[in-house]
């Protein structure tokens, strides 16, 4: 269902990988090279129609965030090859854990299916009574299996983590996943917007330090909502791709179960999307963004 355009060419660095947004390569010193660009995914097809300067939104996003935590990084350096100025980061080499770490405070999305299915997401059991956009008196840890391109990540029990990477690296992605986030929720909140749930991925060095790694706290990665209007009970406005996914659903005339890919953008749904992403990044930094 996804073809991914040809990475661009940079020169001094080699080719190694593409995703749904971020390009990697190695450099002649042995570091890597990740680059955000423009593209945009939903449901499991990257979109003909890119959003511009979202590659720089969520790499300025991220590195405000690595700024804020204190917990090691991925991060050597922002001196990018010109081709990529802006959208890119120097970072070191890490063995990636196979588990996509996900915190939720907030019940929507895949949680809240896995809730209304079993009353439990995750494997771990929820009060009763709880409807879309629920807070949780204590966040939780759900993580998920890692999905190849254009298939979805599978919500897993922390069980299934364990038995992955052992209990120790297990019991070490639980803690500091929801450490991350109670710190970026808080900090959130202070600035008007509510983090609802968030995903992280991690790596470790060699000595087996555990890093923090891909992009942090994005909306690519997170649901933003504004704190002003939230509302449980029903779908929360958000600082994402909602957008794209509500027009392509109900405005676009397109047909998900046709297997047709899905239709360009228009430009008003590419700019209400990019000031979306604009809008999230300055109300959490305090900056103003430079395109």
């Known amino acids: 269902m996804t073809t991914l355009p040809q990475a661009p060419e940079i020169p001094g660095a080699k080719h190694l990988h593409s995703g749904k947004v971020r390009d990697l390569y190695e450099l002649e010193s042995g570091d890597l090279l990740m680059v955000a660009s423009d593209r945009q995914s939903a449901f499991d ?8 300067d979202k590659g720089k939104v969520l790499t300025a996003m991220s590195l405000w965030w690595f700024e804020q935590l204190d917990v090691p990084n991925h991060v050597i350096s922002t001196d990018v090859p010109a081709e990529v100025a802006g959208r890119a980061v120097v970072c070191e080499k890490l063995a990636i854990y196979p588990v996509e770490c996900v915190a ?11 809730y209304n299915a079993t009353g439990a997401v995750c494997g771990i059991p929820l009060p009763g009574g709880l409807v879309e956009g ?5 966040p939780i840890f759900t993580p998920a299996t890692k999905a190849e391109l254009g298939e979805h990540d599978e919500n897993v029990s922390y069980d299934v983590v364990v038995a992955t990477v052992g209990a120790d690296t ?13 710190t970026a929720r808080a900090m959130a909140e202070d ?12 790596g470790a060095r060699a000595d087996g330090t555990l890093v923090l790694a891909d992009e942090v706290l994005t909306p690519d990665s997170s649901r933003f909502w504004p704190a002003d209007q939230w509302a449980p009970g029903k779908p929360q406005l958000s600082y994402d791709k909602q957008i794209i996914r509500d ?3 109900f405005e676009s005339g397109w047909d998900r179960t046709s297997g047709e890919a899905p239709p360009p953008l228009t430009d008003e749904v590419v700019e209400r999307t990019r000031s979306s992403y604009i809008a999230a990044y300055e109300q959490l930094t305090g900056l103003k963004f430079e395109a």
Do not use: C, H, V
Not at 105 to 114: A, I, N, Q, V
Not at 193 to 202: G, S, V
């Open 134 to 138: 629920s807070r949780f008196d204590t």
């Open 247 to 249: 027009w392509l659903q």
């Open 170 to 182: 297990a019991a070490a992605l639980r803690d500091t996943t929801l450490e991350i986030y109670t």
């Open 45 to 52: 097809w990257i979109l003909e129609t890119p959003i511009p």
């Open 191 to 202: 600035r008007g917007i509510i983090l609802a749930d968030t995903k992280f991925e991690f």
């Open 104 to 114: 939720r405070g907030y019940l929507s999305g895949t949680g809240l299916l896995d």
